[in-house]
């Protein structure tokens, strides 16, 4: 259902840490694996849009380094946030879905030349 280029709900999104927003005083920019750090946004039902900094490394290697750049939401910003996701996910199928449909009648429309 979620495409590759956009994150779903039990994924994050991440870019380069610039500081911007984040709480610059206990934010490091390396873990302590002294890997560089990245801003990655969390898009799990609970804290949708939220963004954190954590160890790059995956699996039983990493040393565990995690923060939060952003405060907690409230429930409803929570729920507001969740459900405007949904909706653009539905928007954005009914459009795939909208899309293949003309590309399959221009297909027909090339074959039989009218």
Same mark, same amino acid.
């Given at each position: 259902?979620? *495409?590759?280029?956009?994150? *779903?709900?039990?994924?994050? *999104?991440?870019?380069?840490?610039?500081?911007?927003?984040?709480? =610059?005083?206990?934010?490091? /920019?390396? $873990?302590?694996?002294? $890997?560089?750090?990245?801003?990655?946004?969390?898009?799990?039902?609970?804290?949708? @849009? !939220?963004?954190?900094?954590? $160890?790059?490394? !995956?699996?039983?290697? =990493? $040393? @565990?380094?995690?923060?939060?750049?952003?405060? +907690?939401?409230?429930?409803?910003?929570?729920?507001? /946030?969740?459900?405007?996701?949904? =909706?653009?996910?539905?928007? =954005?199928?009914?459009?795939?879905?909208?899309? +293949? !449909?003309?590309?399959?009648?221009? *297909?027909?429309?090339?074959?039989?030349?009218?």
């Amino acid at each position: 259902m979620s *495409s590759s280029n956009s994150p *779903s709900f039990s994924e994050s *999104s991440s870019s380069n840490f610039r500081g911007r927003g984040a709480n =610059k005083h206990t934010a490091p /920019i390396t $873990c302590y694996c002294g $890997c560089s750090l990245r801003v990655q946004t969390s898009w799990t039902k609970a804290n949708p @849009g !939220r963004r954190f900094m954590s $160890c790059p490394i !995956r699996g039983m290697n =990493k $040393c @565990g380094y995690f923060v939060w750049l952003d405060p +907690e939401l409230s429930d409803r910003s929570t729920d507001i /946030i969740v459900g405007l996701v949904e =909706k653009w996910k539905t928007t =954005k199928e009914k459009l795939a879905k909208s899309n +293949e !449909r003309v590309r399959l009648l221009m *297909s027909l429309q090339s074959v039989h030349g009218s």
